[in-house]
Nanobody
């Protein structure tokens, strides 16, 4: 099973980016919850958003609420993170992750729920 994140880059404050995560065929979204995480230098890995297996319920970390949107395309086995109104504090390496997450609700925002990770894509927000 593999995950491939892409879409990072340099963006000005207030700008937007869409991150993509391509999941290999081993990830059936009916059974696998998918998440986006980020890690800035010197900081712990932070849960940004997750989308639950099955009904696709979504959850957001405090830093993402109102600005980021997670979505998935089952036919393409893709997960997306639309990021708007980006701020310098959003600068980090962003990772997608997937697994059968057994915790309820926003427990899918905990990074230790996941065993499968993509390689990360760097987002830099700077003028």
């Amino acid at each position: 099973v593999q995950l491939q994140a892409s879409g990072g880059g340099l963006v000005q404050p207030g700008g937007s980016l869409r991150l993509s995560c391509e999941a290999s065929s081993g990830f059936d979204f009916d059974y696998y919850t998918m998440g986006w995480f980020r890690q800035a230098p010197g900081k712990e890995r932070e849960g940004i958003s997750c989308i639950r297996n099955g009904d696709g319920g979504t959850y957001y970390g405090d830093s993402a609420k109102g600005r980021f949107t997670i979505s998935r395309d089952k036919a393409k086995n893709m997960v997306y993170l639309e990021m708007n109104n980006l701020k310098p504090d959003d600068t980090a390496v962003y990772y997608c992750a997937g697994d059968r997450v057994w915790s309820y609700g926003n427990g899918c925002l905990r990074h230790n729920e996941y065993n499968y990770w993509g390689q990360g894509t760097l987002v830099t927000v700077s003028s």
